[in-house]
Each structure stands twice: as structure tokens, then as C-alpha cells.
């Protein structure tokens, strides 16, 4: 196996997670629980929009003090990092509040 494919198959596996991630996000909101699982839910997602918010604020932040001209980042990429924060803060508070 030669390195541009071992590389392309750790990309698909990597593009493959985030998918699932994406999934697991959509999925979590959407399932209704008991109460116990809302709050984790609820804490999940207010931690997920705080990353999302300051990853924005930085975004903007870093360029105009370097007088330089804002770009937005990928979509793709901003989903891809919601859905990771909204897991690992999902994990911990499942952890934290569970029995």
C-alpha cells in the first residue's frame, strides 16, 4: 500500500466519524427521555453553543488585530467541530450525572 493510500482511506475513516458524530448530535436532540437525559441533553448543547460562540469571536477577533480581512471557516468544518464538543460534553455529563 503506497502512503497517498493509506492517507485517503484515514480520511474517508476520518470523514466517516464526523458523519456519525453528526448523527449521534441530530439524533440526541431529537429523542425525547426523561429527566435525566434532557439535562444532559440541555447541558450538552448550552456548552456546545459557548465552543461554537467563542470559536466565532476568536475567528473574528485575531484578524482585525493583525489588520487583516476576516474569512469565514468551512461549514463543514464548523459542524464537524460542534458535533465533536457536543459528544465529549454529552460523555462527561452522562458521566457526572449518571447513578
Known amino acids: 500500500m503506497s502512503a497517498d493510500n493509506i492517507f485517503l482511506a484515514l480520511f474517508f475513516v476520518f470523514l466517516a466519524a ?12 431529537m429523542r425525547q427521555g426523561d429527566e435525566r437525559h434532557r439535562l444532559i441533553v440541555w447541558k450538552a448543547s448550552a456548552l456546545t453553543l459557548l465552543a461554537t460562540a467563542g470559536g466565532h469571536v476568536i475567528d473574528i477577533v485575531i484578524p482585525l488585530a493583525q489588520s487583516r480581512p ?18 465529549l460534553a454529552t460523555l ?6 449518571s447513578v
Open 18 to 29: 464526523l458523519i456519525a458524530l453528526d448523527v449521534f448530535l441530530f439524533v440526541s436532540l
Open 92 to 97: 462527561y455529563y452522562k458521566r457526572k450525572h
Open 70 to 87: 476576516v474569512e469565514s471557516s468551512s461549514p463543514f468544518v464548523q459542524l464537524g467541530v460542534m458535533a465533536l464538543v457536543f459528544f
